[in-house]
């Protein structure tokens, strides 16, 4: 080898007819890891494996095929430009790393196809997002979500599941993509005792639950993960349908290669979850909104409830006169208390885990009225977050009982069985009650088709507050407070709810003379 070549900026070999080395420059044998003397060894002992073995295929036999090519070499964890020239002497192999511009390569396809994905992705989360605002029941949600994400090719096959009735065991309610033998595994292990599946986690937990890759989580049932192996299927999301304290059900998403989920994608599943979970409810309160007949409900609530614990603590009867969801996992109670006064109410309440403020609004010769701060799970938050409505409540002594309206579907077998199973109350009896088709849509008209969601919070609150009573039992910073906003928040929210109730009220009592 001249000069030249010994002192290119480049990988060269020289090789002899019979395979042996003749030759090797410096830069080549670093290329290859070469640490002895190359020369005189067959070239296959010197040069590092491939997957394809580009190199020794073109110059086996008594023939040489000029090439070039690019390889990946493992041992040496780089990529190598391949070019094999035929000379009088035998054979010359140059040899470049392209190691750096394959990885450059690489990574801008990766970003090209995540940005297709991405788009596909917010595509279909965009359209789902749409339907579940205008779905009416619990069977047309699953349907969007089973039939969207199963007509795309980003994902194998998705399953949607709620609990079954008298326990918390899962029910498959619909699915989309193609039922694989992975499916079939999920199927079989929600029938199986002693396997705990990622969807039957993620109910349990209300928190989304991820195996990537599925093959390597030992959390998952052995038969799945095998099924999957065998299916190419590598990642599994677990989907928790919650809203407040409430899991209605559980999406599971199954898809290939081992990392297919990035952090951004299970953001937006579960801004998914959290959206859907609240379609449930928003569905189960429309039916019972619109409804012209109601299932009521009467439940007996043991000493653990914490109004119960309350009236037990001042000796007196409680009255629940309405209550108003708060934040994720609280209610503000609006209760009337016979026979008390605000401070035995105040000392009483601060020894009852769950009750977190008191404020008293009135007082009469008969009692007084307050309101209760509770945080954490409980019964009437529960009832809120299953599409129901607390049509009354007492409780007196430690002891209470609690009656509710339901729209009158499949749900109230559902409900009334999650509620007895969960906390510490009695299912005692059941009544279907017509309402006046006027009720009906008076209530849509002037609320449901009126009134914002932070509208409808924040003129309860103030009423059952007595805001609007003469003299006010609440004041607006009160009643801010209550909230968490500022007292002009609260008064741009009253003034447009009121606003709205004076249309809806003027539009149906005006006659067109009047109207200008």
Same mark, same amino acid.
């Given at each position: ?50 997957? !394809? ?24 964890? /780089? ?37 297709? /994905? ?304 969960? =906390? ?28 914002? !969601? ?8 103030? =009423?059952?507050?007595? =805001? ?47 109207? /200008?």
């Amino acid at each position: 080898m001249d000069d030249r070549l010994q002192n290119a900026p480049v990988g060269v070999l020289d090789v002899f007819p019979d395979g042996t080395v003749s030759d090797i420059n410096e830069v080549a044998q670093s290329l290859i890891g070469s640490t002895g003397d190359a020369v005189g060894t067959p070239l296959a002992q010197v040069f590092p494996r491939s997957v !394809e073995d580009s190199l020794l295929v073109a110059i086996e036999g008594n023939s040489t095929t000029e090439t070039s090519f690019e390889e990946y070499y493992p041992d040496l964890e /780089r990529w190598l430009d391949v070019s094999i020239v035929a000379t009088d002497e035998g054979v010359t192999v140059y040899l470049q790393d392209v190691t750096d511009r394959r990885r450059y390569e690489r990574s801008i396809e990766q970003l090209r196809i995540e940005r297709k /994905r991405t788009a596909v992705i917010e595509k279909v989360f965009s359209e789902i997002l749409a339907e579940l605002v205008g779905a009416t029941s619990r069977e047309e949600i699953a349907e969007t979500i089973s039939r969207s994400f199963g007509s795309t090719d980003i994902y194998e096959f998705v399953w949607i599941g709620e609990r079954k009735i008298g326990s918390d065991d899962l029910v498959i309610h619909a699915i989309g993509g193609e039922a694989s033998e992975t499916f079939a595994a999920v199927r079989d292990a929600l029938d199986t005792a002693t396997a705990t599946t990622l969807e039957e986690r993620a109910v349990e937990s209300g928190r989304l639950q991820s195996a990537q890759p599925l093959a390597d989580n030992t959390h998952v049932p052995e038969s799945v993960r095998t099924a999957g192996f065998a299916d190419g299927i590598q990642s599994a999301l677990a989907i928790p349908l919650v809203y407040g304290s409430n899991v209605h059900g559980v999406v599971g998403v199954y898809a290939a290669g081992t990392e297919a989920f990035s952090d951004r994608e299970q953001t937006s599943f579960e801004t998914l979850g959290e959206v859907a979970g609240f379609a449930v409810t928003a569905a189960r309160n429309r039916n019972l909104l619109l409804s012209d007949t109601v299932a009521e409900l009467t439940f007996e609530v043991g000493e653990s409830s914490v109004l119960s614990r309350l009236s037990q603590s001042v000796e007196s009867t409680l009255m629940l006169e309405g209550l108003v969801p708060h934040g994720d996992d609280g209610l503000l109670c609006f209760v009337s208390i016979e026979d008390a006064d605000a401070e035995t109410i105040e000392d009483a309440a601060a020894d009852i885990d769950g009750v977190d403020a008191v404020r008293a609004i009135r007082e009469t010769d008969s009692g007084v009225a307050v309101e209760l701060t509770i945080q954490g799970s409980t019964p009437l938050l529960a009832i809120a977050s299953l599409g129901g409505s607390v049509r009354r409540a007492n409780f007196d002594n430690g002891t209470g009982q609690i009656v509710i309206e339901l729209p009158p579907d499949g749900d109230v077998r559902r409900i009334a069985d999650t509620v007895s199973r969960e =906390y510490d109350m009695e299912f005692v009896a059941k009544e279907e009650r017509e309402r006046s088709v006027t009720t009906a849509r008076e209530s849509r008209d002037a609320l449901n088709n009126r009134l914002t !969601e932070r509208q409808q919070t924040v003129l309860r609150t103030a =009423y059952l507050a007595d =805001y609007f009573e003469s003299p006010r039992g609440s004041t607006a910073e009160e009643v801010a407070a209550s909230l968490d906003i500022t007292g002009s928040t609260l008064l741009h929210h009253l003034r447009a709810g009121q606003r709205k109730l004076l249309d809806a009220y003027l539009d149906e009592h005006t006659q067109p003379s009047e109207k /200008r």
